[in-house]
């Protein structure tokens, strides 16, 4: 039985989805563990013994999902007491068993899905040479998702400390990688090989693909929730 951390954004009005979410991680999210959302929010959300609310100022996009890893690190005190830390996007939920198969291994500490519109080939890397997020076309073989990751502790928070440094460096330069952190993710986990987990881990929910369903995608309307 191990202390696991689910790591959710819900700044600003993403802060409607966390109700749905916490109740499907609790039906179906590493149930054999002591699991506790944090949640980083600005918004008033009930807290709960297994749900902490940490508090986050709401960034305009796309700093809200550029920064997440900022997020993190800044609050590595508190995460690091897990052994475990996922995330997930708050506009996601849980609709079938998710459990030990997600946790890392002895090959890989850090655990990672792969995005559910490249099963099949093809990706989204960032190609200009000037972002830390840059891969080259003889690189990568896998592209993920940035919506459901995870790790040991130390692994994820790790890539939290690089990966806010890398963008951090972009920002100096004027530069914001073309898929903001799911472009530095990828350029990391070529580094650092994940254990891979389908794309049943971010099915969306308007889509039909091969998989079965665990983790869905909601679809939202990115315009007015972003307002
Ligand atoms: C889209 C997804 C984006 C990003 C992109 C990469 O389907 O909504 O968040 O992952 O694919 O090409």
């Not at 559910?116 to 830390?132: D, L």
């Not at 914001?176 to 881990?201: C, F, G, Q, T």
Request: aromatic residues 12%.
């Amino acid at each position: 039985m191990y202390n696991i951390g689910l790591l959710v954004i819900a700044t600003g009005k993403y802060d409607r989805f966390i109700p749905a979410l916490y109740k499907s991680m609790k039906n179906h999210f590493l149930k054999n563990h002591n699991v506790t959302m944090f949640v980083f929010s600005d918004q008033e959300i009930p807290k709960k013994e297994d749900l902490k609310v940490i508090y986050q100022q709401h960034e305009p996009w796309p700093n809200s999902t550029l920064k997440r890893y900022h997020i993190f690190d800044k609050n590595k005190e508190e995460l690091q007491k897990m052994d475990y830390l996922y995330y997930c996007d708050a506009d996601m939920l849980f609709v079938d068993e998710v459990g030990d198969e997600i946790l890392p291994d002895l090959e890989f500490d850090l655990v990672a899905t792969e995005h559910p519109g490249f099963f099949g080939g093809g990706n989204s890397y960032e190609k200009r040479k000037e972002s830390s997020a840059f891969v080259d076309n003889n690189e990568g073989e896998i592209y993920y998702a940035g919506g459901f990751n995870g790790g040991t502790s130390e692994a994820f928070l790790k890539m939290s400390e690089v990966i806010k440094n890398r963008i951090d460096e972009d920002l100096e330069k004027n530069i914001i990688a073309v898929w903001h952190d799911e472009s530095h993710i990828n350029r990391y986990l070529i580094d650092n090989k994940p254990k891979v987990l389908s794309p049943s881990y971010c099915y969306p929910e308007n889509l039909n693909i091969p998989f079965e369903k665990k983790l869905l995608a909601l679809i939202k309307n990115h315009k007015e929730i972003r307002s």
